[in-house]
C-alpha cells in the first residue's frame, strides 16, 4: 500500500502564487508517474500536469507557462508550482501515482487539496 498526501491549497487572491506538494510514503514501491488533476464544482476532472519516473513534464494548455511540476526524488514528493493564478483555477487538486510495489504496478490517489482563487 501507497498512502498520498496532498498540501498547499488554501485561497489566494487572483495573480497570487501556491505551491502544492503530493507526498508518497509506503515500502518497497517506485515511482512510474505522478499526476495532478483537478475538478472544479460540476465540473469534470481535468488532468493538470504529469511528471515522469524520467523527470519528462507535460501540462495542459491551460496552464502552460504558469505552472510548474518537479519533484524530489529522495523524498518521494512532487511539487505543483502556481503562479498568475486565476479564478478559474479554483478546484479541488489531487494527485495520482502510478507506482510499482513488489512487481505489482498499481494506481494510488490522495485525498485532494482545495484551491480557491479569489479576491
Known amino acids: 500500500q501507497v498512502q498520498l498526501v496532498e498540501s498547499g491549497g488554501e485561497l489566494v487572491q487572483p495573480g497570487g502564487s501556491l505551491r502544492l506538494s503530493c507526498a508518497a510514503s509506503g515500502s518497497g514501491f517506485s515511482i512510474n508517474k505522478i499526476v495532478w488533476y483537478r475538478q472544479a464544482p460540476g465540473k469534470q476532472r481535468e488532468l493538470v500536469a504529469v511528471i515522469t519516473s524520467g523527470g519528462s513534464t507535460n501540462y495542459a494548455d491551460d496552464v502552460k507557462g504558469r505552472f510548474t511540476i518537479s519533484r524530489d526524488s529522495a523524498n518521494n514528493t512532487v511539487y505543483l508550482q502556481m503562479n498568475s493564478l486565476k479564478p478559474g483555477d479554483t478546484a479541488l487538486y489531487s494527485c495520482?501515482?502510478?507506482?510499482?510495489?513488489?512487481?505489482?504496478?498499481?494506481?494510488?490517489w490522495g485525498q485532494g487539496t482545495q484551491v480557491t482563487v479569489s479576491s
Open positions: 495520482y501515482a502510478d507506482v510499482s510495489q513488489f512487481r505489482v504496478r498499481r494506481g494510488y
